[in-house]
């Protein structure tokens, strides 16, 4: 099975897990407990953090640090997750991603950014 199978896979589960989620107001501070949740049932990790750079190579590849309390993550990201990282950047907001696995670029599911 393709790496990328494998991802499609495990983003799927994501979807199913988070599907029709509701959230009390109430609980809206930080990252839900049953978002947490979701993500550990789909098997997958989850990471709230801040971007230090995001930037663009000669090459065309997208590049970000993303940085949770203790480490720093530095890879390229795909399209999709640098344009959100970008964005939290420029607003000084913090970050929630889910990955299968450390969250570089390659093991990226989902990336939200925080109000």
């Keep these: 099975m393709s790496e ?5 896979e495990v983003s799927a589960r ?20 049953q978002f947490a949740d979701a993500v550990t049932a789909a098997g997958l990790q989850a990471f709230v953090g801040t971007i ?9 590849s997208f590049s ?11 890879s390229a990201w795909p399209q999709w997750a640098f344009e ?11 970050v929630f991603v889910s990955s299968n696995g450390d969250p570089f670029g390659s093991n990226l599911v989902s990336v939200l950014i925080f109000a």
């Design 4 to 8: 990328q199978a494998t991802l499609a």
């Design 14 to 33: 994501f979807d199913e897990a988070t599907t029709d989620l509701r959230i009390p107001d109430s609980e809206l501070v930080g990252v839900p407990r």
């Design 52 to 60: 230090a750079f995001a930037g663009r190579q000669a090459s065309g």
């Design 64 to 74: 970000v640090q993303y940085n949770t309390q203790n480490t720093g993550y530095s």
């Design 84 to 94: 959100l990282a970008k964005a939290a950047l420029l607003a000084n907001k913090q």
